[in-house]
């Protein structure tokens, strides 16, 4: 649920195959507005650690080139 001011922010990489996720229609078919879309860069969120998901790869390095926080609101 997400009250009526809130925001969700998720950030995804914007290139390649983590395109064909369509961020942007998938909030769209969930009722969501794209408010804004920023670079990401993992220097202003002090603490952040860069996680592969779960499983046996979890650990290993994943770069966030092209990475945007997409910034969504309820229609």
């Known amino acids: 649920m997400l009250s009526p001011r809130g925001e969700v922010h998720i950030t995804h990489r914007d290139c390649g195959p983590y395109k064909k ?17 920023v670079r ?16 046996g790869k979890s650990h ?4 966030i080139r092209n990475s945007f926080t997409f910034k969504f609101k309820a229609q």
Do not use: H, M, V
Request: no cysteine; aromatic share 18%; hydrophobic share 30%.
């Open 40 to 55: 990401f860069y993992r220097n202003d969120y002090r603490g952040y650690y860069i996680r592969r998901g779960a499983g």
């Open 60 to 63: 290993k390095p994943f770069t």
């Open 21 to 37: 996720w369509n961020i942007q229609d998938l909030a769209t078919s969930s009722k969501l507005e794209l408010l804004d879309k």
